[in-house]
């Protein structure tokens, strides 16, 4: 019960940052390029699909290789990268 309570509550999160993250690709196209108004529209959902596509792909050789005991390990070790690239990537927001 309490698993299906964190994915309600991750699948909500998910969506409400989807939208965020849209208006700023969209507000920094219209800024920087206006004419790449429709590239930036696509960003948002391109990022979401690569980011399954990556993530299945792995998931699916650690588990081949390694086990089911290893899909955690290796989910905090992709969830530690998106930490770091974010941080790394404020600087560029901030200014």
Known sequence: MFGAVLLVALGLLMY???????VLYMD?????????????AS???MSFNIGIALGSAV???VNDHL??????????VFALLA?????????????
């Open 28 to 40: 920094v196209a219209a800024e920087a390029h206006p004419g790449s108004l429709n590239l930036a």
């Open 59 to 61: 998931g699916g050789l």
């Open 67 to 76: 086990g089911l005991a290893w899909l955690g390990p290796f989910g905090a």
């Open 83 to 95: 930490v770091a690239v974010t941080t790394w990537l404020r600087r560029f927001i901030i200014r």
């Open 16 to 22: 409400l940052q989807n939208s965020a993250s849209q």
């Open 43 to 45: 960003l948002n959902s």
